[in-house]
């Protein structure tokens, strides 16, 4: 059963950085393109950035491109998100997705963690 778990998360002021891990488990992260979406209390899940299973190809959205950085190390089966500049409007439950495919913006990833909450507010 693949299981992704991430962390990191909390309360940061706004400028501040974080650093969130998506570790995976049950299977080998390697074969795996893997996403981190956001969802804020009464919005929809926003997909924020994808890596290709080696890392050749990522993605971003428009809202965090230039402040977000995703990497991954697949000999430690996991991914990272670096939010640096960080803003009250990146409050949000951040998740991360793994798929079979290409490196996609949109919730068509089939595992799921249950997220970490990041909150930025002085």
């Known amino acids: 059963q693949l299981q992704l778990v991430e962390s990191g998360g909390g309360l940061v002021q706004p400028g501040g950085s974080l650093r969130l891990s998506c570790v995976a488990s049950g299977f080998t992260l390697d074969k795996y393109t893997i996403a981190w979406f956001r969802q804020a209390p009464g919005k929809e899940r926003e997909g924020i950035s994808c890596?290709?299973?080696?890392?050749?190809?990522?993605d971003y959205a428009d809202s965090v491109k230039g402040r977000f950085t995703i990497s991954r190390d697949n000999a430690e089966n996991t991914v990272y998100l670096q939010m640096n500049s960080l803003k009250p409007e990146d409050t949000a439950l951040y998740y991360c997705g793994a798929r079979e495919g290409l490196c996609v913006l949109w919730p068509a990833y089939d595992s799921w963690g249950q997220g970490t909450q990041v909150t930025v507010s002085s």
């Open positions: 890596i290709s299973p080696v890392g050749g190809s990522t």
